[in-house]
């Protein structure tokens, strides 16, 4: 039985930022979730099991 890898959602308003944040968490391991906004992060969580919330503070909208 495979065990799950640990799902981390990266929230941030800056598309480069969540492919960096990719590039680094999948290699080790880690299955990687990624909203633009703090109202997309908000359905994801309430949608599916998250681990790990790496959080943009200053976003437009509903920001960290």
């Given at each position: 039985m495979d065990t799950p890898r640990p799902r981390i959602l990266c929230v941030d308003d800056e598309p480069s930022n969540r492919m960096l944040f990719?590039?680094?968490l999948?290699?080790?391991g880690y299955d990687v979730l990624s909203?633009?906004?703090?109202t997309?992060?908000?359905?994801m969580i309430g949608s599916?099991?998250?681990d790990l919330v790496l959080l943009d503070v200053m976003m437009p909208g509903l920001n960290g």
């Open positions: 990719e590039a680094v999948v290699p080790c909203a633009e906004n703090g997309d992060a908000l359905a599916r099991k998250v």
